[in-house]
């Protein structure tokens, strides 16, 4: 399979076009998720696509989905792809990057759980002693786990435009205060048992963002992506040092390059290195085969 930059399924009507995902409008209960192989950083979609990542996106949070059931439902309705959509040529687009999921009311914050000091917190503590305004001991240094996983919502944001923090309150003033609290209760539990299981796989899981959404009766669901490398921040457990950044599964490798690039972070992106690209790609499959215990197979 070709990588695919954007999907093209004209027997749908296209309600969406991510960062990476590409949403399809089946019917009144149903849509069609596509996962490209569009890679985005510093919140700009790059023009070069990266090998299987699509799929292997897809991949990773169908497994997540599966093991985590049990803490709360998730969107995937078990609908072959291929039985939603028309030609030859879009079925062809689809293999493993595709779901159908159910059509759900997505929740207007992005619920995110750091388990360790890292990015953007990492800077914020360096300054004031604080993660999002939560107060942490002082001492710790750069990757240093903390001594509970915190929640730490923010806005969710266009494509292009930054997610912003906000506080719990904010939270609970956005989706009323039993709500926000069964979104944190719940995401700190999912991440807890993920965190455990990679640990075993040799990663360690220093932050994730999750995504939520309601049915007609207020039933809350897991929705988007969940724990992939994109929604993530995987380290190598076997290269964790505390008080350096270890290197990651994620797309820090090319936020890396492109820093150094000399690239001013606003669009258009530029094009990535053959090699860039291919070592990106190597991370992802890297990154399935560790956590699910199989070699990723495009077909």
Same mark, same amino acid.
């Given at each position: 399979m070709q990588p695919l930059l954007k999907s093209h399924i004209p027997s749908l009507k296209l309600l969406n076009q991510g960062k990476v995902r590409d949403l399809y409008d089946i019917d009144a209960r149903?849509? /069609?998720?596509? %996962?490209?192989? @569009?890679?985005s950083a510093f919140d700009v979609v790059l023009p070069t696509p990266i090998e299987h990542k699509g799929a292997i996106l897809t991949q990773i949070a169908n497994f997540w989905f599966d093991k985590l059931a049990h803490i709360v439902p998730n969107h995937l309705t078990g609908i072959a792809p291929e039985s939603v959509v028309g030609s030859d040529a879009e079925k062809a687009q689809l293999g493993k990057r595709a779901i159908v999921v159910k059509k759900l009311k997505p929740l207007p914050i992005e619920a995110i759980v750091r388990g360790y000091l890292a990015g953007s917190g990492w800077k914020e503590y360096k300054t004031v002693g604080t993660v999002c305004g939560i107060s942490l001991p002082p001492g710790l240094q750069e990757a240093s786990k903390l001594p509970a996983p915190i929640f730490t919502p923010s806005s969710k944001a266009e494509v292009g435009d930054h997610d !912003?923090? !906000?506080?719990?309150q904010q939270a609970a003033d956005l989706l009323g205060a039993d709500l926000a609290k069964a979104v944190a209760n719940v995401s700190i539990q999912l991440y807890k048992e993920a %965190?455990?299981? %990679?640990?075993?796989?040799? !990663?360690i899981i220093a932050d994730t963002k999750f995504e939520f959404g309601l049915d007609?009766?207020?039933?809350l669901y897991l929705i988007d992506e969940v724990l992939t490398p994109d929604s993530s921040r995987f380290w190598p457990a076997d290269q964790y040092v505390v008080g350096?950044? $270890? $290197?990651s599964y994620d797309k820090q490798y090319v936020r890396d390059w492109l820093e150094a690039s000399g690239w001013n972070k606003t669009p258009p992106g530029p094009e990535l290195p053959a090699d860039v690209a291919a070592k990106t790609s190597e991370k992802y499959r890297? %990154?399935?085969? @560790? /956590?699910?215990?199989?070699a990723f197979s495009p077909d």
């Open positions: 149903t849509m /069609l998720l596509v %996962a490209t192989d @569009r890679l !912003i923090n !906000i506080t719990h %965190a455990e299981y %990679a640990l075993s796989r040799g !990663i007609e009766n207020g039933q350096t950044n $270890p $290197p890297e %990154a399935f085969q @560790r /956590l699910t215990g199989a």
